[in-house]
């Protein structure tokens, strides 16, 4: 089945610095791939997705880059806030079971202002 | 307004003692699915329901059951709790039964805090 490895594990930043978190799956049949984020005490929420037909996908400071040969995606986070401190998730389909969504470890980032 | 309700929010029990969590959401989304959420071990998958009657094991199965007699309801049971169940469970629903080709917005509940002694 699926495996999504994702890294790092935490990471700190300065405020207004980039963050970028790096996730490799193992089903190259997967061809959908979101991130939530998960504020402290809070729930997962959607932040982008990008499907296997595109290679980038922006939505203000977040961008999604997909890199289907080498089967990894990434999230980059650009002039970070102390408000992007959480928890981010990547995920992805695994079609071997019924195609549900398998979820990295997490990534708790701190950005420090 | 659309949402995914979880109760109990926080619940501390006993090793043994049988305890049900509720969820349940207003989107007539036909997916729901309950996660746990263990520190380095992200969200895995207990069990999940494509629709009314139909549910499914997920990664992590061993210790629980589930049900679906109402598209709204998907209820978490912990028949003998164990302290290894300790842990943060959200339930999810989707619009989508699976995610194929275009896949979907998972909404998740609040979250449901659980320790067992």
């Known amino acids: 089945g699926e495996n999504v490895e994702q890294h790092p594990s935490t990471l700190s930043v300065q405020e207004g610095d980039s963050a970028v978190i790096k996730c490799t799956y193992s089903d190259s049949a997967s061809n959908y791939f979101p991130w939530y984020k998960q504020e402290l005490g809070k729930r997962p929420q959607l932040i982008i997705d990008?499907?296997?037909?595109?290679g980038e996908k922006k939505d203000q400071r977040i961008a999604v880059t997909l890199n289907k040969t080498a089967k990894h995606f990434s999230l980059h986070i650009t002039e970070t806030q102390p408000e992007d401190s959480a928890v981010y998730f990547c995920?992805?389909?695994?079609?071997?079971?019924?195609?549900?969504?398998?979820f990295g470890q997490g990534t708790e980032l701190s950005v420090k202002p | 307004e659309a949402q995914v309700t979880q109760n109990p929010r926080y619940l501390i029990t006993v090793t043994g003692k049988k305890l049900t969590v509720t969820c349940s959401q207003n989107?007539?989304?036909?997916?729901m699915s309950w996660y746990r959420q263990d520190p380095g071990l992200g969200l895995r998958q207990i069990y999940y329901?494509?629709?009314?009657?139909?549910?499914d094991k997920g990664d992590v199965p061993e210790g629980y059951k589930v049900s679906r007699k109402e598209k709204r309801n998907f209820p978490l049971i912990l028949e003998s709790p164990s302290p290894n169940q300790t842990s943060l469970y959200f339930c999810?629903?989707?619009?989508?039964?699976?995610?194929?080709?275009?896949?979907?917005?998972?909404?998740f509940g609040e979250g449901s805090r659980l320790t067992v002694l």
């Open positions: 329901s494509m629709n009314v009657e139909v549910t």
């Open positions: 999810a629903s989707s619009q989508r039964t699976s995610f194929p080709v275009g896949g979907g917005e998972l909404f």
């Open positions: 995920a992805a389909i695994d079609y071997n079971q019924g195609g549900k969504l398998i």
């Open positions: 989107m007539n989304h036909e997916y």
């Open positions: 990008i499907r296997s037909n595109v």
